[in-house]
């Protein structure tokens, strides 16, 4: 890899060697048993994020080998389906959403053609807002905020950027424009952004556009409906110059150009999507039509754009740079001596192929998010069902699909139940529980584990997380960091458990945090912590235990969001201690 050879020397018999389990690139599936134990967990996840999955991205075949494979392991347990008709299945109204090749747009007499002059993003939500009638305007460089347009300029209008010299070359007006509403950005009221690409930018935004499985949409009928976004669309140098009515480099920023007729149309089909639910049927006659839900996504994002990648020396620069600003909240900048730190890893590329041959890889398998979290779920539903001893109350099982998109699959599936939804006690959401020792990331250990909103609408449930981990063998050292009401990476927002927290029902979300291989080809099954991964399966199985004996609900004392559907805000309550 070209950008790699030319970064400065990482100590590769260390990488490769010392700070990581030699684990294997294939391991032959064994026997599962009714112990939640690392040589299981390892045979579950080499099955689950293999290349066979094709990345398990919602829409595709994988995802639906994925889900069979989840739904197959949960029969022969004997559990009971709990999704649509009888099945282990909750299908999802997701579609396939692509640009109609035969899309045209007209500009005075010129008519200026989809995939020949200019492609668009399906959008999500609401869609794309309409630029039939809208005027161009040319907004100058990509990115030069020095000199931006102001929202009276740009509103209503089909704002013309050419892309910023030096940047990737992927199409870059697809979903980066119109997403800010308000003050905080001026394009939010445009009809329109269109961003000039050239070349590979072009090629690469062409694409995007077309026909693939992974160009979903979710129409949930339940919820509130989405705001409608800027249209975003590539567009090339002819057409910038027939929207504009002058050649691009005489353009000027703020001129008034042609007015737009016609608008980018879609085609859409139904595409796979589903969550698997299963339960396992409390012991207490009283109280077995209530539920302990455990749960994790059972998505990810599938087969990588573009050509394939050095599999070893990009895991190898992935670590050495999460190594330095690993644990910098979104949006803050690395210090200068943090970047130059950065700018100066090199791979030495000769010393990796005398450990191991080149590998090109494509396929982002996704081991860690959230397979981990999927298979940790499978462990705990044979536990349970092969336990001596079953729980007063019902456990229901859920991999929610989507969490990649938006988390689709535990809206869905919040606002749709499949069993009262009141009727549910409290989630407990595994996402990335597989990593977490010093090499993934700077404060990790071997009983490092992150906790994100389990004292929030429950105070109760936050202490009897903390009560319970009192009593393990081995004791967890809880992060709550992430936790903080109005921390910048939102986690409480981002995963499947804030579906079922607005709603009332209180949360505990459980993950080993972040690392270097995060939504990588390098997320594989070989770089997982199987021991420390059994002993989190082990500690939420306690969990479940404890929540579903209880002779009482677990009292709900935080604030309940007054509108479910409305969009989740991080101020919280206060973390636990």
Not at 330 to 349: C, F, K, M, S, Y
Request: aromatic content about 8%; hydrophobic content about 35%; overall charge negative.
């Amino acid at each position: 890899m070209s950008l790699v050879r030319a970064l400065a020397l990482l100590a590769l018999p260390v990488a490769l060697g010392a700070q990581e389990p030699q684990l294997p690139l294939k391991h032959k599936p064994q026997p599962t048993t009714a112990a939640i134990t690392a040589a299981d967990l390892m045979t579950r996840l080499y099955v689950f994020a293999d290349d066979s999955m094709q990345g398990r991205e919602t829409g595709t075949v994988g995802h639906l080998k994925a889900t069979r494979y989840i739904a197959d392991q949960v029969k022969a347990l004997g559990l009971i389906p709990a999704g649509d008709h009888g099945t282990y299945f909750q299908n999802l109204p997701v579609f396939q959403r692509s640009l109609d090749a035969k899309s045209v747009l007209g500009v005075g007499a010129a008519k200026l053609v989809a995939f020949t002059d200019w492609v668009a993003a399906p959008g999500r939500g609401g869609g794309p807002r309409s630029i039939d009638g809208a005027q161009a305007i040319f907004g100058g460089e990509q990115g030069d905020t020095t000199n931006q347009l102001t929202a009276d300029q740009v509103r209503g209008k089909l704002v013309i950027f050419t892309a910023r010299p030096g940047g990737r070359g992927r199409g870059r007006g697809f979903g980066f424009f119109g997403r800010g509403r308000g003050a905080a950005n001026p394009l939010a009221e445009a009809a329109g952004i269109a961003t000039v690409e050239t070349g590979e930018g072009w090629d690469a935004a062409v694409r995007a556009a077309r026909p693939r499985p992974g160009n979903v949409i979710f129409k949930n009928p339940s919820a509130e409906p989405l705001p409608e976004q800027a249209a975003t669309l590539t567009i090339d140098e002819h057409a910038a110059e027939v929207l504009l009515g002058v050649p691009l480099a005489q353009a000027t920023r703020g001129m008034l150009g042609k007015t737009v007729k016609g608008n980018p149309r879609f085609v859409e089909t139904p595409a796979p999507a589903r969550n698997v639910v299963a339960i396992l049927r409390g012991r207490d006659p009283k109280l077995r039509g209530e539920y302990v839900a455990i749960g994790a996504h059972n998505d990810h994002i599938g087969i990588r754009q573009g050509p394939p990648v050095d599999h070893d020396s990009l895991h190898l620069y992935n670590a050495a740079r999460y190594a330095i600003v690993g644990m910098l909240a979104r949006g803050e900048r690395p210090t200068a001596e943090q970047q130059q730190e950065v700018e100066n890893i090199h791979i030495d590329l000769d010393s990796v192929r005398r450990l191991r041959p080149e590998r090109l890889d494509s396929i982002n398998n996704g081991a860690d998010d959230d397979g981990s979290g999927s298979v940790t779920v499978l462990e705990l539903a044979e536990a349970f069902a092969k336990g001596k001893v079953k729980p007063e109350r019902s456990i229901i099982f859920v991999w929610h699909v989507g969490e990649e998109k938006g988390l689709w699959g535990s809206e869905w599936f919040t606002d749709h139940p499949t069993v009262p939804r009141d009727s549910i006690v409290a989630q407990l959401n595994m996402d990335m529980v597989g990593r977490g020792d010093k090499q993934d990331l700077p404060v990790g250990g071997p009983t490092y584990l992150q906790l994100v909103g389990s004292h929030r609408l429950s105070t109760e449930l936050g202490d009897l997380v903390e009560t319970v981990n009192r009593s393990e063998k081995e004791p967890f050292t809880f992060d709550y960091r992430y936790d903080a009401p109005g921390q910048a990476d939102n986690i409480y927002c981002r995963s499947d458990h804030y579906n079922y927290a607005r709603y009332g029902i209180p949360i505990t979300f459980f993950t080993t945090g972040l690392h270097g291989d995060y939504h990588q080809v390098t997320d594989e099954p070989q770089y997982i912590d199987y021991d420390h991964m059994a002993r989190v399966g082990q500690f939420v199985y306690d969990v479940a235990m404890k929540v579903a004996d209880l002779d009482h609900r677990v009292k709900v004392d935080g604030p309940v969001p007054a509108d479910p559907h409305a969009r989740c805000v991080n101020n919280g309550a206060p973390m636990g201690q």
